[in-house]
């Protein structure tokens, strides 16, 4: 099984609220990812777990969060979005990272839309 | 910095007509290339993990190859199905991190 699930599927929100993205996987993979996809272009990292902990952040505004509760779940805390953040969030996982190279399974994404 | 240069940007074919698309890469230390399919509102769907120059894959209709400076995936006699952006991406180690480049993907369109 090489499922991730992400949820939710849609969400709109507006710029003074409060949300989170959620990602699960169940292959015991040790590392996450979150991407952002704008329209007609490739994913953008934002952040890398490994092992539960954070080792990437590219640079992303504080206005978004990462949080990793365990091996398997992944949330993504939303405050304060502006109207650019609109796009696709995918959530990605690989068996590890750093060492060998391992290749990341995506899951569907949460289409977000800030108003 | 890394950089990966996928082409066409978009291709059209005709179902039965077989074509080759194009990853060129540049970068230090590669670890490992990938290819992906991507359906439109969906997430990338791995297809390939290439390691070393020379190396093959296939699967169903498709097959890709590396050398030391691109990539190719070779789509024999597609289907409208095979419809969908693929994209290719280059792992690179940097700093004990395996970083992760994609490139902007080719979009294809079968017909039938």
């Known amino acids: 099984d090489t499922e991730v699930t992400q949820t939710p599927k849609h969400l709109v929100m507006g710029m003074t609220n409060k949300k989170s993205l959620k990602c699960e996987q169940h292959?015991?993979?040790?590392?996450m990812y979150w991407y952002k996809q704008k329209a007609k272009k490739p994913p953008e990292l934002m952040f890398v777990?490994?092992?539960?902990?954070?080792?990437i952040n590219e640079s992303v505004p504080s206005r978004f969060s990462p949080e990793c509760p365990n091996s398997s779940l992944l949330n993504l805390h939303l405050h304060a979005l502006q109207p650019e953040d609109s796009a696709l969030y995918l959530c990605?996982?690989?068996?590890?990272?750093?060492?060998?190279?391992?290749?990341?399974?995506f899951g569907p994404g949460t289409r977000l839309t800030v108003t | 910095e890394d950089q990966v240069t996928q082409s066409p940007e978009a291709l059209r074919l005709q179902e039965g007509e077989s074509s080759s698309l194009n990853c060129s890469y540049t970068?230090?230390?590669?670890?490992?290339l990938f290819w992906y399919r991507q359906d439109p509102g969906k997430g990338p769907e791995f297809l390939f993990t290439?390691?070393?120059a020379g190396e093959e894959k296939e699967k169903e209709r498709l097959k890709a190859t590396l050398t030391k400076k691109e990539s190719f995936l070779h789509i024999t006699a597609p289907k409208p199905e095979d419809s969908a952006t693929y994209l290719c991406?280059?792992?690179?180690?940097?700093?004990?991190?395996?970083?992760?480049?994609f490139g902007t993907g080719t979009k294809l369109q079968v017909i039938p």
């Open positions: 990605a996982s690989s068996r590890s990272q750093g060492g060998s190279s391992y290749e990341q399974y």
């Open positions: 991406a280059v792992q690179a180690s940097i700093r004990g991190y395996q970083k992760v480049t």
């Open positions: 290439l390691y070393s």
């Open positions: 777990y490994s092992y539960e902990k954070l080792s």
């Open positions: 970068v230090s230390g590669l670890r490992g």
């Open positions: 292959m015991g993979h040790r590392a």
